[in-house]
DNA sequence: TCGGATAGATGGATCGGGTCTAACAATACT
DNA sequence: AGTATTGTTAGACCCGATCCATCTATCCGA
């Protein structure tokens, strides 16, 4: 029997495995007070082997968005000089396009009980501001001033991880986070105080 | 001879020495490559002292920033219901009045030489949703739509932020940070594509 | 069947940021 | 002098993260 898989040897744990026994940690003792230890205790496996599958902690809650957006940065960039509102915001939709729970949705629904409210906080920045740089380099390069670029790229990277903080905070699943976002995008086209 | 100052043993060491002692060494050997115990042994007191005057090695860079920061946020929520466009931009405006050239400046200006272009985009995102979130409460409380408040306040923070990083890459002290405020300020009020 | 070659797992050392505490030192006031 | 107050310090500790050498399991070809 061959062709099964390839060779050396087969993997012990998996990443779903490590990423249910956080979760689950998480919820019992909250964020913080879990170790990188504790989880890989829960998971059978050893310390060391957490990070041949996660680059860090919090990236058990955030390698799927993170998937997505650095899809979404390469689709920007590709979009050369044509790019308009249109185009980028097609790209915007397509993160968050069939974006199924996960960790993070459970992350974000229960950040209370996880006392994840600071963390949650700064990685939700640190993804917004990379999102907000790949619009605001896209309409630069389709001839925008730096700072407009900046105010455009920020306020649509807000329309991105608002609607998805939204949606995971209703209970993801439910409804359909594009579709938050398209409500969303309108209010970028129509930003008035009112 | 009474009232020279309060009881207790004087400070060996201040806030300016240790931030100019961290400031030197990280143009030096850039921020990655100095820890707090290089920083505190230059400075002349040990590592424990470092954090009686720093909450953090980043704080050494953005100790004067979040300062502002607090105090707009403050007058943000001062501002109760009768928030509207023009007085959120006043309290904006605040934030970078007579901002002097200081170690977030310095660090924004030779963030190459320091090899500060990931941290400073981590610990500006955080800022940027920090203000955001000021912004944004402000807007629903003056009864935008969650999500709409959002897009707002990111959209103005990131006009504060990137004004700031403009400024600061130019060659803080030739010009005001406040006038470059105002021009993306206007790009927030007139937010299309191009 | 044996022996690489490959991929994965592991323990342990190491580092640096950050917290905490108990002890110590210097000053003002009485 | 004595005491309260304030600041400094050493040291232990925790945790995330990196690195490396070693070990283990599988596949595949000779």
Redo the contacts with the bound molecule.
């Keep these: ?14 990443r779903e495995t490590l990423a249910e026994a956080a979760c689950e940690l998480f919820l019992e003792r909250g964020y ?7 989880i ?1 205790q829960r998971a ?16 058990v809650l955030w390698s799927g968005l993170d998937a997505r957006l650095a899809q979404a940065s390469e689709q920007l960039s590709a979009l050369g000089t044509s790019a308009d509102a249109a185009a980028v915001d097609a790209v915007l939709r397509g993160i968050l396009a069939d974006f199924a729970p996960d960790p993070l949705a459970l992350a974000m629904r229960n950040r209370a009980a996880m006392g994840l409210d600071d963390e949650l906080a700064r990685d939700s920045a640190v993804r917004h501001a990379r999102l907000a740089a790949a619009v605001s380099h896209a309409a630069m390069r389709a001839g925008l001033t730096p700072i407009r670029a900046d105010v455009l790229g920020a306020a649509r990277a807000a329309a991105v991880m608002s609607s998805l903080r939204v949606w995971a905070e209703q209970g993801a699943g439910s409804s359909d986070p594009e579709d938050v976002l398209s409500v969303a995008l309108d209010a970028v086209d129509d930003l008035r105080w009112r």
Tied chains: 1, 2.
Aim: aromatic letters at 10%.
């Design positions: 029997m061959s062709g099964t898989g390839r060779a050396g040897r087969p993997k012990a744990s998996s913080e007070a879990t170790s990188v230890a504790d890989t059978g496996v050893s310390r060391s082997s957490f990070f041949n599958y996660f680059s860090s902690k919090s990236d």
